[in-house]
């Protein structure tokens, strides 16, 4: 089954870049979309095909992908993005829906 | 906006069946879109369940597909999990959710508010 790979946290300062990556074979080859869940809150997408952000999602939330990774970048991080990060990606070989394992972001 | 709510008891025992409804708000199942099933347990990752199309068409995730039935029904604008021989290892938040179409790179962009169900004799 595909697999996909996340550190399982990463902290930043307020107003730095934060960079969450999501490793997964030939993941540049796939769409990667990535959630925000804050705690006791549902998911909330933030990037979708890649690099698209939905509507109300702040411009400092922007997404690549190439090669065998994903990331996820937020620029000038507040502390309200403290949060747990989660990829996602679609199997192609199997449809099936894969998440990977979530990152934490401490803003300290 | 639409709106997802999900529904069914927060306690079941184990080898029984897990059984969930996700009432739609908002928006016509009827009129497209996938219906999606996560979950997660308590302290951990989410874990993709499977979907459904407005046409009963279905999609599992190979590690629960022996013991799981997603089902729909466009009358009353829901749709439902039923998750076979529980046991504690299925305890977890679940959640209900709305994705455009996975195969596209759209992810979930609906989500339910989640349930707690707990697997316990």
């Known amino acids: 089954s595909y697999e996909l790979t996340q550190p399982p946290s990463v902290s930043v300062s307020p107003g730095q870049t934060a960079t969450i990556t999501c490793s997964g074979d030939k993941l540049g080859n796939k769409y990667s979309c990535w959630y925000q869940q804050k705690a006791g809150q549902s998911p909330v997408l933030v990037i979708y095909q890649d690099y698209n952000r939905p509507s109300g999602i702040p411009e400092r939330f922007s997404g690549s992908n190439s090669g065998n990774t994903a990331t996820l970048t937020i620029s000038g991080t507040q502390i309200m993005d403290e949060a747990d990060y989660y990829c996602?990606?679609?199997?192609?070989?199997?449809?099936?829906?894969?998440f990977g394992g979530g990152t934490k972001l401490t803003v300290l | 906006q639409v709106k997802l709510q999900e529904s069914g008891p927060g306690l079941v025992k184990p080898s029984e069946t897990l059984s969930l409804t996700c009432a739609v708000s908002?928006?016509?199942?009827?009129?497209?879109?996938?219906w999606g099933w996560v979950r997660q347990p308590p302290g951990k990752g989410l874990e993709w369940i499977g979907n459904i199309f407005r046409t009963g068409k279905t999609f599992y995730n190979p590690s629960l597909k022996s013991r799981v039935t997603i089902s729909v029904d466009t009358s009353k604008n829901q749709f439902s999990l039923n998750l076979s021989s529980v046991t504690a290892t299925d305890t977890a938040v679940y959640y209900c959710a709305r994705i455009e179409a996975a195969a596209a790179g759209h992810g979930f962009d609906f989500w339910g508010q989640g349930t707690l169900v707990t697997v316990s004799s």
């Open positions: 996602q990606a679609w199997d192609s070989n199997t449809d099936d829906v894969v």
């Open positions: 908002d928006y016509s199942i009827s009129s497209g879109f996938y």
